[in-house]
């Protein structure tokens, strides 16, 4: 063989041996392990309080004294405001007079009467004119009545000059300024309670028969629930209102915030699950590929479960390399050189 023969040769070797490099591409794997994953419903929903409270006006008159502002905790029965006492201690002043004015009437019909019986048993008196003193007697009796019910009436609108919280919780939405004039039954703001909160979502009809009531679910991914009342009929898109209740011991849900959640509707354990990440998507058809023998192999995935950073197909099993970085660049077949993230892998 000549030189120049020679010379071609490895020239042609040197090309091969290039060609054979450049169609390597490297690669990250991470071997399939078992592990507990869930198939989750997710959502976005509204927090309502667990109980949703009225603080309202009983009596009608000028505000003279508000005792709380928006957000501060308050106990059942506790004082918000107090609407101006003086008209209505006046009228407890004047419905005790009247009963005491009752009262002494009685007294006095009630001598009358003893009287005129005992005149009434000796025969001295007509039977009319007994009759006229006993009448006088009853009309007495139910005067002191009713004068006792229009006390007891002023002394509990007195007592309602004070506005108290109907709950314990969060007094919120104040509604009256010092001095504005009230009505009766006019709302000065509300008391809700947030230790435990309702989530409120609208379910697609076409999930809805996954759910049911007791079932579990996860607000914001940490905070666990469960579903405690199901719509039985649909809003005009077609979806339904489900109501999730959440502890909330911290207050870190406050009312009517946007939420994310995720109803569980099936937990799988010991399941093969893999990277997120290692997914790729074209025209809709979700696949990975896995690494065999120095061989990129891809596998269309139709995906079981999937939450987080963790998926679960059952295409993907227990112990294969899945590719995890480097994928992109990767058609079936294509031939790969594995490596960790220090260096070649062994």
């Given at each position: 063989?000549?030189?120049?023969?020679?010379?071609?040769?490895?020239?042609?070797?040197?090309?091969?041996?290039?060609?054979?490099?450049v169609?390597?591409?490297?690669?990250?794997?991470?071997?399939?392990?078992?592990?507990?994953i869930?198939?989750?419903?997710r959502?976005?929903?509204?927090t309502r309080?667990?109980?949703?409270?009225?603080?309202?006006?009983?009596?009608?008159?000028?505000?003279?004294?508000?005792?709380?502002?928006d957000?501060q905790?308050?106990?059942?029965?506790?004082?918000?405001?107090?609407?101006?006492?003086?008209?209505?201690?006046?009228s407890l002043?004047?419905?005790?007079a009247?009963l005491?004015?009752?009262?002494?009437?009685l007294?006095?019909?009630?001598?009358?009467?003893d009287?005129?019986?005992?005149?009434f048993?000796?025969?001295?008196?007509?039977q009319k004119?007994f009759?006229?003193?006993?009448t006088?007697?009853?009309?007495?009796?139910?005067n002191?009545?009713?004068?006792?019910?229009?006390?007891?009436?002023?002394?509990?609108?007195l007592?309602?000059?004070?506005?108290?919280?109907p709950?314990?919780?969060?007094?919120?939405?104040?509604?009256?300024?010092?001095?504005?004039?009230?009505?009766r039954?006019?709302?000065?703001?509300?008391?809700?309670?947030?230790?435990?909160?309702f989530?409120?979502?609208?379910?697609?009809e076409?999930?809805?028969?996954?759910?049911?009531?007791?079932q579990?679910?996860?607000?914001e991914?940490?905070?666990?629930?469960?579903?405690s009342?199901?719509?039985?009929?649909?809003?005009?898109?077609?979806?339904?209102?489900v109501k999730?209740?959440?502890?909330?011991?911290?207050?870190?849900?406050?009312?009517?915030?946007?939420?994310?959640?995720?109803?569980?509707?099936?937990?799988?354990?010991?399941?093969?699950?893999?990277?997120?990440?290692?997914?790729?998507?074209?025209?809709?058809?979700?696949?990975?590929?896995?690494a065999e023998?120095?061989?990129a192999?891809?596998?269309?995935?139709?995906?079981?479960?999937?939450?987080g950073?963790?998926?679960?197909?059952?295409?993907?099993?227990?112990d294969?390399?899945?590719?995890v970085?480097?994928?992109?660049?990767?058609?079936?077949?294509s031939?790969?050189?594995l490596?960790?993230?220090?260096?070649?892998?062994?």
């Amino acid at each position: 063989m000549s030189n120049l023969q020679k010379t071609a040769l490895v020239f042609l070797s040197l090309v091969l041996y290039a060609g054979i490099a450049v169609a390597q591409v490297n690669v990250v794997t991470e071997k399939v392990k078992t592990g507990v994953i869930r198939k989750l419903l997710r959502f976005t929903g509204e927090t309502r309080p667990l109980i949703e409270t009225f603080a309202a006006a009983d009596v009608a008159g000028p505000v003279a004294e508000i005792l709380v502002e928006d957000g501060q905790e308050v106990k059942k029965d506790q004082n918000l405001a107090v609407i101006d006492e003086v008209r209505f201690d006046i009228s407890l002043r004047m419905a005790q007079a009247a009963l005491d004015r009752a009262n002494q009437q009685l007294i006095e019909d009630q001598r009358d009467f003893d009287r005129n019986k005992t005149l009434f048993d000796k025969s001295a008196i007509t039977q009319k004119t007994f009759d006229m003193a006993e009448t006088a007697l009853i009309k007495s009796k139910t005067n002191v009545k009713q004068m006792q019910a229009e006390l007891d009436k002023a002394k509990l609108d007195l007592q309602r000059c004070s506005i108290k919280a109907p709950i314990s919780g969060f007094f919120v939405d104040r509604a009256i300024d010092l001095g504005q004039a009230m009505n009766r039954g006019q709302n000065m703001g509300k008391v809700i309670d947030l230790s435990t909160i309702f989530v409120e979502a609208k379910i697609p009809e076409k999930e809805i028969y996954k759910i049911k009531i007791g079932q579990k679910c996860l607000i914001e991914d940490q905070f666990p629930g469960e579903i405690s009342f199901i719509n039985l009929y649909a809003d005009n898109s077609r979806a339904f209102k489900v109501k999730m209740t959440v502890p909330n011991p911290e207050i870190h849900f406050k009312a009517n915030m946007f939420v994310k959640g995720s109803i569980i509707l099936e937990q799988y354990d010991n399941a093969p699950v893999f990277p997120t990440q290692a997914i790729r998507n074209y025209r809709g058809q979700q696949f990975v590929f896995i690494a065999e023998n120095g061989i990129a192999r891809k596998i269309n995935l139709n995906i079981v479960a999937q939450e987080g950073e963790i998926t679960f197909a059952r295409e993907v099993e227990k112990d294969m390399e899945i590719i995890v970085i480097g994928q992109d660049g990767l058609d079936n077949g294509s031939s790969i050189k594995l490596r960790n993230g220090d260096g070649e892998k062994p």
